[in-house]
Nanobody, 123 residues
Framework: VQLQASGGGVVQAGGSLRLSCAASGHSFRSYSMGWFRQAPGKAREFVGYINQSGSSTSYLDAVKGRFTISRDNAKNTLYLQMNSLKPEDTAVYYC?????????????????WGQGTQVTVSS
């Protein structure tokens, strides 16, 4: 599956953004999907996970209650709605896919990656 993330930008603290990840190639609905982020000088970190049907999600504690991951299997698209953004959310955000549901908090479990989209939150 090929993934392409979009929707990043510059927003003031407290604002919102919605990221999208368009999938093409193999059947999108057979992949669990995730979002990761990487700030300058830091390791890539898990942000959110959603299973194939969308019935199960999981989040990084720091974004719980502010971010919502969702997917539309009919449109082959993954979303990340980000509300109440903080300067510490500034990073390049990546979408990822895997055919399993294993160790989804580890970047090494994911076989497919989008190119990343920059999110900058100003204070």
């Amino acid at each position: 599956v090929q993934l392409q993330a979009s929707g990043g930008g510059v927003v003031q603290a407290g604002g919102s953004l919605r990221l999208s990840c368009a999938a093409s190639g193999h059947s999108f609905r057979s992949y669990s999907m995730g979002w990761f982020r990487q700030a300058p000088g830091k390791a890539r970190e898990f942000v959110g996970y959603i299973n194939q049907s969308g019935s199960s999600t999981s989040y990084l504690d720091a974004v719980k209650g502010r971010f919502t991951i969702s997917r539309d299997n009919a449109k082959n698209t993954l979303y990340l709605q980000m509300n109440s953004l903080k300067p510490e959310d500034t990073a390049v955000y990546y979408c990822a896919g895997q055919s399993n549901n294993f160790q989804f908090r580890s970047q090494y479990a994911w076989g497919y990656w989008g190119q990343g989209t920059q999110v900058t939150v100003s204070s």
